[in-house]
């Protein structure tokens, strides 16, 4: 302590010696990896009873059901027919999410002021969880719904880069109620420097606590579990990815996210937290469980732009 005050040449107590009595203000936790999960606060979700979602469709032939409706009547006789419904339909079984946080006792005991040690860990974890729910929402093989996209949903980009004209045919394929469209930050940039090159910069809109861009009215949200080039954070200049357009809930037939409910130790929507107990090393143990899936009502709640390029740049002089 001397030797710190005679080297500055100040004759008072040394910042080192000071700092062993001073409180330190820190900040809980900070995960890099979080992202806002939009998708899963703008998507629909509804709970089930058992983990099974059924979706029932009526086939569709070439012939609508035939009517009478007409001021003059040319035949006495009600046409007769009935709706066919699907002998089939498809089931959806809830997917389990699921890790194990183990927490030190005496770690716990000792260490938890100002925070919890066990809170943080377990905040930390559910984090974690709904990061992979989102990811899973869109990529998981069976359920996912860049998987689940009908063909005729399905339309590429004319030039590579996103424009204003490949976000009108997605909405020529969506034009019952879209909702939102969903592309990684950088699909989105893409589409904002194509928009300035035309003079139609896109509207800036506040919705749902967030601050995004619109177009044609639309919000488009963003998300980084639309890769690019399978990779979320790519570093090469170039890359390519998807743009999806959807319309969610089930009043409107469209696109729903799917949850297990009332179920023990629910913590929040389709994730229970148990406690398993202490071991004889004095860790306790805590088993979290996520439950979800996805359906996509109608074929023309979902259509998917592919082959998005992001790397196209432009000199505006």
């Known amino acids: ?25 820190k900040t809980k936790p900070q995960y890099g990896a979080l992202t806002p999960k939009w998708l899963t606060k703008f998507l629909e979700f509804k709970g089930l009873e058992t983990g099974i979602f059924r979706v029932n469709k009526v086939v ?9 409706c007409s001021q003059t009547k040319k035949s006495d006789i009600i046409p007769e027919g009935y709706i066919e419904y699907e002998t089939e339909p498809r089931e959806y079984r809830l997917n389990s999410i699921s890790t194990i946080i183990n927490v030190n006792t005496a770690i716990e005991d000792v260490y ?8 943080e860990q377990l905040g930390l974890a559910i984090e974690s969880l709904r990061e992979r729910q989102e990811s899973q929402l869109i990529n998981n093989d069976d359920y ?21 004209d490949d976000l009108d045919e997605l909405i020529s394929k969506v034009w019952k109620e879209p909702s939102f469209f969903l592309a990684h930050p950088r699909a989105i940039a893409a589409f904002e420097r194509e928009c300035t090159r035309r003079g139609v910069p896109p509207v800036v809109a506040n919705i749902g606590g ?23 954070n790519p570093a090469a200049e170039n890359g390519k990815t998807n743009i999806l357009l959807i319309r969610t809930g089930e ?16 913590h929040s929507r389709g994730l229970s937290v148990r406690f ?29 732009l592919e082959d998005v390029e992001v790397g196209e740049y432009y000199d505006y002089d």
């Open 144 to 164: 996912g719904l860049l998987k689940n996209v009908a063909d005729s949903q399905r339309i590429s980009t004319r030039n590579g880069a996103p424009t204003p």
């Open 251 to 266: 009043a409107k037939r469209g696109v729903i996210g799917l949850y297990q409910a009332g179920m023990k130790n629910e």
């Open 1 to 25: 302590m001397a030797n710190e005050a005679k080297q500055s040449g100040i004759n008072a107590l040394g910042a080192a010696a000071a700092y062993n009595l001073a409180n330190v203000t």
């Open 210 to 232: 967030g601050t995004f861009l619109t177009w044609r009215g639309i919000p488009v949200i963003p998300t980084d579990k639309l890769l690019v080039d399978g990779l979320k």
């Open 60 to 68: 569709e032939g070439e012939t609508p059901l035939d009517v009478l």
């Open 112 to 119: 938890s002021a100002p925070y919890d040690q066990v809170q």
């Open 276 to 304: 398993r107990g202490i071991d004889d090393k004095g860790v306790a143990s805590y088993l979290l469980s996520l439950y979800c899936s996805a359906a996509i009502l109608a074929d023309d709640a979902i259509a998917v």
